[in-house]
C-alpha cells in the first residue's frame, strides 16, 4: 500500500524537525527549582538551645579535622551519620535529650601507608563513607573512599 501524497519524505522529514524542536523547546522551558526558603534561622546566639550533634568528642581526628559528614540516612526512629571513619546510629526518640550516638561503627582504612605514599595529603588518606542505603530492614550497605581505594560492605542493623 502506497503512502499518500501528503506524506512524502521531506514532509516527513520536516515534521520530525518540527516536533523535535517543539520538544526541546518544552524542555528547556522547566525550571530548575529554586533553592527553598528555611523555616527558621538560629543565630549563633540562641545556637545553645538546641541539640547539635558532636561526633566522639575523644577522637584527636576529629578534634583536629573536624567533623566531617559525608551522607544522612533515617530510618525509622534512627539517624544515620556517615562521616570520615565513622558512621554514627542516633536514636531520635532520645535526641531532643541527648544528640549522642547510641551505636558506632569504626571503619578506618588499612590503606593509609600505601596512599600517602601514592603522594596524597594524608588528610585525604581516610575512610569517607560515601555510601549508605538500606537493603532491607536488617541490613545496611556502605562504601567508602577506602584511601583512594574504595571498598563496600554489608552490615547488620540491630
Known amino acids: 500500500m502506497a503512502s499518500p501524497s501528503w506524506f512524502s519524505p521531506w514532509r516527513r522529514s520536516l515534521l520530525l524537525i518540527l516536533a523535535t524542536c517543539f520538544l526541546s523547546e ?4 522547566t525550571h530548575f527549582p529554586r533553592d527553598l526558603e528555611p523555616i527558621s534561622v538560629v543565630g549563633s546566639a540562641q545556637a545553645y538551645q538546641f541539640p547539635g550533634f558532636q561526633g566522639l568528642l575523644q577522637d584527636n581526628d ?6 566531617d ?8 526512629h534512627m539517624l544515620y551519620i ?4 565513622h558512621v554514627f546510629a542516633v536514636n531520635l526518640t532520645t535526641a531532643s535529650e541527648e544528640f549522642f550516638p547510641q551505636l558506632k561503627l569504626t571503619w578506618r582504612s588499612e590503606d593509609v601507608s600505601k596512599c ?3 603522594g596524597k595529603n594524608s588528610d585525604e588518606c581516610y575512610n569517607y563513607v560515601k555510601v549508605l542505603v538500606p537493603r532491607d530492614d536488617e541490613t545496611l ?3 567508602g573512599t577506602n584511601a583512594f581505594n574504595p571498598t563496600c560492605r554489608n552490615y547488620k542493623v540491630k
Request: glycine share 4%; with cysteine.
Open 62 to 67: 576529629t578534634l583536629r579535622l573536624g567533623l
Open 69 to 76: 559528614f559525608q551522607r544522612l540516612l533515617r530510618i525509622n
Open 26 to 29: 518544552f524542555a528547556s522551558s
Open 141 to 143: 550497605f556502605a562504601c
Open 116 to 118: 600517602t605514599v601514592r
Open 82 to 85: 556517615a562521616a570520615r571513619d
